[in-house]
């Protein structure tokens, strides 16, 4: 399984941008599509997460509020629509997908990453 992500840029604080991250195939090794951040120096974070079957959202406190994720059965892709954005949020953001063990966590069973695609907000 392939995941390409699109979206990123540069946005001044305050704006808007949407990620994108289609999978080549839906697979049943897939439960959980994603999206983490990870700034230079720092560990890979959790952003947002959304269950494929049950549609349940998961969101990171420090983005409730301000992130939306979504996904499309028929595209096998799922969104990350970044609204108010932050200079915080400035960061690589990563697509992942799988059966994580623990959903906020990159090492606990999401097999699949994207290749990142850069976020930066400027104040």
């Known amino acids: 399984v392939q995941l390409v992500e699109s979206g990123g840029g540069l946005v001044q604080a305050g704006g808007s941008l949407r990620l994108s991250c289609a999978a080549s195939?839906?697979?049943?090794?897939?439960?959980?599509m994603g999206w983490f951040q990870q700034a230079p120096g720092k560990e890979r974070e959790f952003v947002a997460a959304?269950?494929?079957?049950?549609?349940?959202?998961y969101y990171a406190d420090s983005v409730k509020g301000r992130f939306t994720i979504s996904r499309d059965n028929a595209k096998n892709a799922v969104y990350l629509q970044m609204n108010d954005l932050k200079p915080e949020d400035t960061a690589f953001y990563y697509c992942?997908?799988?059966?994580?063990?623990?959903?906020?966590?990159?090492?606990?069973?999401?097999?699949?990453w994207g290749q990142g695609t850069q976020v930066t907000v400027s104040s």
């Open positions: 195939e839906r697979t049943s090794s897939i439960y959980i």
């Open positions: 959304v269950n494929w079957s049950t549609y349940n959202a």
């Open positions: 992942a997908a799988g059966r994580p063990l623990i959903l906020k966590v990159a090492g606990a069973g999401y097999d699949y």
